[in-house]
């Protein structure tokens, strides 16, 4: 897909720079004639808004980090007095503590709609896989960034999660002592998560620039999973088309997040963590934060303690090992039709263990964790794996600009070949 | 593709309208706080002057005995989108407390009168002292109760209450608890120390019933009941623990308004553009 820099300098001294640090061309190829399949619906948007909320993130959290102090005595009474005192200390709080929860809905939809169309296949496997080190590393940081105000849950979150670790046999104990900087969550962890807080957004961003260099070398999947034949006819140049599009819904999720600063602010967190953190009072229910619910359910769905978290980081290294997972050649899941039905039952499923997370675990709760939890591995270790010697795909069109005439020709709402797929355009 | 479209469009505007109505069936049986009608909920809502002066005095007179409230600085009390007491009253309350200063220029600690500058007093020196004051029960620090506090809304409501941008569970709650004192039932044995209350969690809480009628006096003839004493005093713990909320509606509104009409503009560029692509 990308080829040497179209882009010719006419002003004298622009040559002069281009000839020896070609960055401008780097942006004209990347950023404004870099080819876009034309066929792109809104689900290929949020690429552009999680770049977006990466930016929203780093920014009011510098803010945020010139008022905070991590140091456990004060830390919870300094958010408050951002809370308070600092002018617009409100805004930057709320923006900073929803756009965390806005930044995994945006995820969580580029990761389903990655599933959806078969975008992790190849030759976009090393993308994919990039992908979910993103993942990691957003989960990381969102995780340290909830324990900085220092409340019931940060506290009590934090041991749980980090306890986690002490399930490892032998050296379980002293990876945990070494976590900690003691032998409880103290003012040591405290300090340590916000250095690394401060440190994975940047480390984010190195990812996703590899991220971006990879999908710009391999080129954009698209709804109808096919390769692109023919720039002319299959495609139209980032700027202005991709552009347009990709503001225009970065300005319909801000709408999205407006809600939830202005409005209902506490909405995705927990009323616990306006409690100053309390070694010696556990809370009735310690719950994670909502996006790491699924994780959360596995996890307590396994009855051992190391099995549960071994089960809980296999939900997500299975990830990676996707491309090699669903043998079927066919990417998208309109072409596929056995294989979008079990793609629903994953997100009721999916969906369905968010819930069980946050839920106590007992009676029925626990016997539908587990059903659950054995689903999400049956899926993507035998049901994907079988789908691509059993399902017999529908005819693929020839190129990308074909489906886009077939769509206009059959005409209306009755053409979509994958009636099912969550479109708006 | 647009009548999918409209659908949508139309399932979501459905469940808008109609969340509400199912929403404020909850609450008020099997142990759940009612749902009160606050003036600051709601995209629109602000909070009421009156009511927040009169909360305070409730605060000021009963609840401070034995609540601090460390985050609320004498200052607060003439904020715009408080109480707004004028700045002589501001300073006229904060001189009614004795402050520890110091120290002074020989070493030595001393009283003085309180400023604006200077946060709430709290009624006990250390932990300790509340608890050996209040039968070992730690009365908790009112600065951000209002959010500390909630109740289990369970499915669908709590997916509604974003909706319907319900935000009051703590507020409505220690309106809840305050009233919700009364003679336990038969099968209840409640422990010594403790108290029956309706809405308390355990239904057994250390507090002794902290209201009664006629406790507080009024001067702008709002009616003197625990109940009247309870909506107040909630309202004023939800503007100490979110002063700025006023500000924070106001604001989103214009934000939510200028992000409407940009998308607009935005979605007929993107249509211009995209006019002559068949995609």
């Known amino acids: ?425 | 593709m647009t009548i999918r479209s409209i659908l949508f469009g139309a399932a979501a505007a459905a469940l808008l309208f109609v969340a509400p109505a199912t929403a404020s069936e909850g609450g008020g049986h099997d142990g759940r706080p009612p749902r009160l009608s606050w003036s600051f909920a709601g995209p629109f809502g602000t909070y009421d002057t009156a009511q927040l002066q009169r909360g305070f005095k409730v605060f000021k007179e009963v609840c401070s005995s034995c609540h601090s409230a460390n985050f609320l600085y004498f200052r607060n009390l003439g904020q715009p989108g408080g109480p707004s007491f004028s700045e002589a009253q501001v300073k006229q309350i904060a001189s009614g407390y004795q402050i520890t200063d110091g120290p002074n220029d020989s070493g030595d600690m001393f009283e003085r009168p309180g400023r604006p500058s200077d946060h709430w007093p709290a009624p006990f020196p250390n932990e300790q002292a509340a608890r050996a004051s209040n039968g070992g029960a730690l009365p908790p620090d009112m600065s951000v109760l209002a959010k500390a506090r909630s109740y289990h809304v369970g499915f669908p409501g709590f997916i509604t209450d974003a909706f319907i941008q319900y935000q009051e569970h703590g507020v409505d709650y220690i309106h809840a608890v305050l009233t919700g004192y009364g003679e336990a039932p038969e099968d209840v044995h409640v422990q010594s120390g403790l108290h029956y209350n309706k809405y308390f969690p355990g239904n057994q809480i250390a507090m002794p019933n902290p209201l009664s009628d006629g406790l507080v006096e009024y001067t702008d003839g709002s009616p003197q009941t625990v109940d009247q004493y309870a909506s107040d005093v909630a309202a004023f713990l939800m503007w100490v623990a979110e002063p700025h909320l006023d500000a924070r509606k106001r604001i989103g509104f214009q934000v939510v308004i200028f992000l409407i009409v940009l998308s607009g503009l935005l979605y007929f560029t993107k249509k211009k553009v995209w006019k002559n692509v068949a995609h």
């Open chain 1, 1 to 425: 897909m990308e080829g040497h820099s179209t882009y010719q300098p006419k002003n004298k001294v622009a040559q002069w720079f281009e000839s020896r640090l070609p960055i401008v061309g780097l942006v004209h190829s990347s950023a404004i004639a870099y080819p876009v399949p034309k066929n792109l619906n809104y689900f290929w948007t949020f690429g552009a808004i999680l770049s977006f909320m990466l930016v929203v993130q780093i920014v009011s959290g510098i803010v945020l980090a010139m008022h905070y102090v991590a140091y456990a005595p004060v830390a919870f009474a300094r958010v408050e007095h951002i809370m308070r005192d600092v002018s617009f200390g409100w805004l930057l709080r709320y923006i900073h503590a929803n756009g965390a929860s806005m930044f995994f809905i945006a995820v969580y939809i580029h990761i389903f709609r990655g599933l959806y169309y078969g975008s992790y296949k190849a030759p976009r496997e090393v993308l994919w896989i990039l992908g979910v080190i993103i993942y990691l590393l957003m989960m990381a940081t969102a995780f340290m960034g909830y324990v900085l105000p220092w409340g019931q849950m940060s506290y009590w979150g934090a041991t749980v999660i980090t306890n986690l670790f002490s399930a490892i046999p032998v050296v379980g104990e002293v990876i945990v002592q070494w976590l900690w900087g003691g032998y409880s969550v103290g003012d040591p962890t405290l300090n340590r998560f916000f250095a690394l807080h401060y440190l994975l957004p940047f480390m984010i961003a190195g990812v996703v620039g590899l991220h971006i260099w990879a999908l710009h070398h391999v080129g954009q999947n698209n709804p109808d999973g096919i390769d692109v034949k023919s720039v002319s006819k299959d495609t139209v140049p980032f700027t202005p088309y991709a552009t347009l599009k990709d503001v225009f819904a970065i300005a319909v999720f801000m709408i999205f997040f407006s809600w939830f600063i202005f409005y209902t602010p506490n909405y995705l967190g927990h009323s616990d963590n306006y409690i100053p953190a309390n070694p010696m009072s556990t809370p009735a229910h310690i719950v994670p934060e909502w996006y790491f619910l699924p994780f959360y359910a596995i996890l307590r769905s396994i009855p051992d303690k190391l099995g549960g978290v071994l089960a809980m980081f296999a939900a997500i290294a299975v990830l990676a090992f996707l491309p090699w997972l669903d043998t079927s050649k066919v990417r998208s899941a309109r072409y596929r039709p056995l294989f979008r039905i079990f793609f629903w039952i994953f997100v009721v499923v999916a969906v369905g263990l968010g819930y069980l997370g946050s839920q106590p675990s007992e009676g029925w709760y626990v016997i539908v964790s587990r059903i659950f939890t054995v689903y999400y591995f049956v899926h993507f270790l035998i049901i994907l794996p079988l789908l691509g010697f059993i399902e017999k795909p529908k005819p693929l069109p020839a190129s990308i600009a074909d489906a886009v005439l077939a769509k206009h020709a059959a005409g209306g709402a009755t053409v979509m070949a994958g009636a099912s797929a969550p479109e708006t355009k």
